[in-house]
């Protein structure tokens, strides 16, 4: 929008200000990043493009050919959609999880912390000093049959699915939290951190409520925090496959665990590749919509 | 940026982009890279990928030079459980150090083969194109050994300088189709595939029938996610022979597999990572592999093999040096050795799998008689003739079978 604005008042920009020869400045520092943008991420993912309309009748020993099959697409989202489904709907309420639980946290640490603010977001980030697969590892020992949570559970009378915890939904979606949280939490930190004490005491002063102090100043305030979190949180769950082979079972799986499959078990490249771009596609209109709503230039 | 000589915007090309919400930098943007994008993929797209089949004189050009004279080491990629350790001291592995003292080679022993489709796909890129993946021996079973044979992307060893191979193989192994003249394989050990269960978290399974099906393991069984010990037994179980399976009888075959997974009853597709849930007992039965059933039974008791009545499946596992692995000299020193019925005998000793070692019998004798006299390690008449293998599939086959395969296990 603000782009808009200057091209209408845009005749009488003082153009004098800028030193023809320091033009190239800016390129020159946007060249390593966009040139580790190409090579990484444009090239792989032409590549990745093209692999996804490769004829599906081709294999590995034979090679692929080429053949614009653009209903590797179709077969992809008709055959894989309750994968697709699964996989929005776990991410989405981890993400919606991940923030009831982060907001309090980071609201707490970042007006209540004090001297202790240092300490306990190293806490939030500790967990992170251990590598993702060994962590969830150790929520499959935690959560087991025969652990002792599920006893202690079981002595309670707590109804569980199928009398037990790991291989289970729930499960799932825990590990799924459990991993994220810290992507939620420290924007929201961030975010919150910024925001000036004296703003919800001058609401007070005004007579807002607690609950009137906290839906008019701080959370609006600290929306931009709320829309990287959850970006941060729901793009990586919808694409992880990690806690759904871990801990669930493959009623559970979700979208990557079926491109991992086609890709290193079936070697059914063309559809793999289909299905990836799909996901792409599919968590970018998403994000699209949600932060076009959510609206903070301040993000993005 | 800004350039002050741009002329204005039409006003209906402003409300435009007003609607949408785009400025006309973004627009233009996005244009330049769809186009980009789009030219790019068009070009690099018509080519499709090639062959990845090597003839021979892109099997020589793509062989590494052997350095062993001047590199007294190898890297060694197996399945775990699958090499005797030390009971005292679990980082030591007496018939490699022994070989290490006998030779001087060094060997890097890696235990990161959990499944045959997961580590092919691990390393076949790299293979087809003619890149190093840092192993000189890696462990494959014999239908993908056949496939990555197949592919040309192993060498062939030299026999003369494996004399006990070609003469204490069982004369079983020696004749494979895929390997007449026993140059690219040579089985580190065979062994059967059948039922294991926990007797702490169930009482005993003695069909694949009741491991599908049996009301109280619902939702603690693990079948195997390698197809063809998986679907082989179910098979056997229909009344079917896995060797000459039709396209029916393995639809009849998953059908029935599906509706125990679409029921609950299994809980999970499995590689060799099975071994810690039946340990602990998250998993009650499953399908595994005999050896590994007995290396985990002597730890736990409560950890037993069954032998399913329908039958078990037979399979081997192949040494195989990749094309582009640089100490095969030192590789053939080591199937030389493994081939010793003393050292086959010990190796068989601790892992329990079948032995493909004639002679090995007559040595563990003198080890431990009733090892000896185990069917599981030295099988019988009797229990051979309850084993079948599974057949060998064309490409096409293969491609069809594993994609109805993968469509219940893996998604």
């Known amino acids: 929008m603000s782009a808009l604005g200057h091209v209408g008042g845009s005749t009488g920009t003082p153009a004098k200000l800028e030193k023809p020869r320091k033009r190239w400045l800016p390129y020159l520092l946007l060249l390593p990043g966009g040139l580790w943008l190409i090579l990484f991420f444009a090239v792989p993912a032409i590549q990745l493009f093209a692999t996804s309309l490769y004829d599906p009748s081709g294999s590995l020993e034979e090679g692929y050919a080429m053949t614009w099959q653009f209903s590797n697409y179709a077969d992809a989202a008709s055959e894989y959609l309750p994968h697709f489904m699964r996989s929005l709907g776990y991410a989405a309420l981890t993400t919606v999880i991940c923030l009831l639980l982060g907001y309090p946290l980071a609201y707490a640490i970042a007006l209540k912390g004090g001297r202790w603010k240092n300490l306990l977001l190293i806490c939030v980030i500790a967990p992170f000093f251990t590598s993702f697969l060994i962590r969830t590892l150790a929520w499959k020992v935690i959560l087991s049959d025969n652990g002792w949570v599920v006893t202690t559970l079981d002595a309670l009378h707590v109804p569980l699915p199928d009398g037990r915890l790991l291989a289970t939904t729930p499960a799932v979606i825990a590990g799924l939290v459990y991993n994220f949280l810290p992507f939620m939490v420290l924007p929201l930190y961030a975010s919150l951190e910024k925001l000036d004490p004296r703003l919800l005491e001058a609401a007070g002063d005004l007579y807002a409520r607690p609950v009137a102090r906290f839906t008019r100043v701080a959370l609006p305030l600290s929306m931009p925090g709320v829309v990287a979190g959850t970006l941060l949180t729901f793009i990586p769950a919808a694409g992880d496959y990690i806690n759904a082979q871990l801990l669930g079972t493959n009623r559970q799986y979700m979208i990557g665990n079926v491109i991992q499959s086609k890709f290193l078990r079936v070697g059914d490249y063309p559809n793999a590749a289909a299905l990836s771009f799909t996901l792409m596609a599919a968590i970018l209109v998403l994000v699209f919509v949600y932060v076009r709503r959510a609206g903070t230039d301040e993000v993005l | ?411």
């Open chain 2, 1 to 411: 940026m800004r350039n002050p000589s741009r002329p204005p915007l039409s006003p209906e090309a402003a409300a435009v982009l007003n609607a949408t919400g785009l400025s006309r930098r973004t627009l233009m943007r996005g244009l330049f890279a769809g186009g980009a994008f789009i030219a790019t993929g068009g070009a690099l797209a018509a080519c499709g990928t090639k062959p990845a089949k090597k003839n021979e004189a892109e099997k020589a050009a793509c062989t590494a030079t052997d350095v062993s004279a001047t590199e007294k080491k190898l890297n060694f990629s197996n399945w775990p459980l699958y090499v005797d350790v030390d009971e005292k001291d679990e980082k030591k592995r007496p018939t490699l150090d022994a070989f290490t003292a006998k030779t001087g080679i060094a060997v890097t022993y890696n235990e990161d083969v959990n499944d045959n489709n997961e580590f092919f796909g691990k390393v076949r890129n790299q293979l087809q194109a003619c890149q190093s993946i840092d192993r000189d021996i890696m462990v494959l079973t014999d239908w993908m050994a056949s496939r990555v044979v197949g592919l040309g992307w192993v060498q062939s060893f030299d026999n003369t300088k494996t004399p006990n191979f070609t003469k204490n193989a069982l004369a079983t192994l020696k004749n494979r189709a895929w390997d007449k003249d026993m140059k690219f394989a040579a089985p580190w050990q065979s062994g059967l595939t059948g039922i294991a269960y926990n007797a702490k978290a169930t009482k005993e399974v003695r069909t694949i029938d009741e491991l599908l099906t049996r009301a109280d393991l619902k939702g603690k069984v693990a079948v195997l996610s390698e197809m063809r010990d998986t679907v082989g037994l179910i098979l056997m179980s229909q009344g079917k022979d896995p060797g000459t399976v039709s396209d029916a009888e393995f639809d009849a075959a998953l059908e029935k597999l599906k509706k125990a997974v679409d029921s609950g009853q299994i809980r999970k597709f499995t590689g060799n990572d099975y071994k810690e849930d039946l340990n602990k007992g998250d998993i009650a039965a499953c399908i595994a592999w005999s050896g590994d059933v007995i290396q985990l039974s002597a730890e736990n008791e409560d950890v037993k093999f069954v032998t399913p009545e329908s039958g078990l499946m037979l399979w081997s596992d192949n040494i195989l040096i990749p094309s582009t692995a640089t100490h095969k000299a030192n590789v053939e020193q080591l199937i030389d050795y493994y081939y010793d019925p003393k050292v086959a005998a010990e190796l068989a000793a601790y892992v329990n799998y079948i032995c493909p070692v004639q002679g090995a019998q007559d040595e563990m004798q003198k080890l431990d008689p009733d090892l000896a006299s185990n069917p599981l390690i030295f099988p019988d008449s009797a229990t051979l003739a309850k084993t079948k293998s599974f057949k060998a599939l064309t490409e096409d086959e293969d491609k069809k079978f594993s994609a109805k395969f993968e469509a219940i296990s893996g998604a």
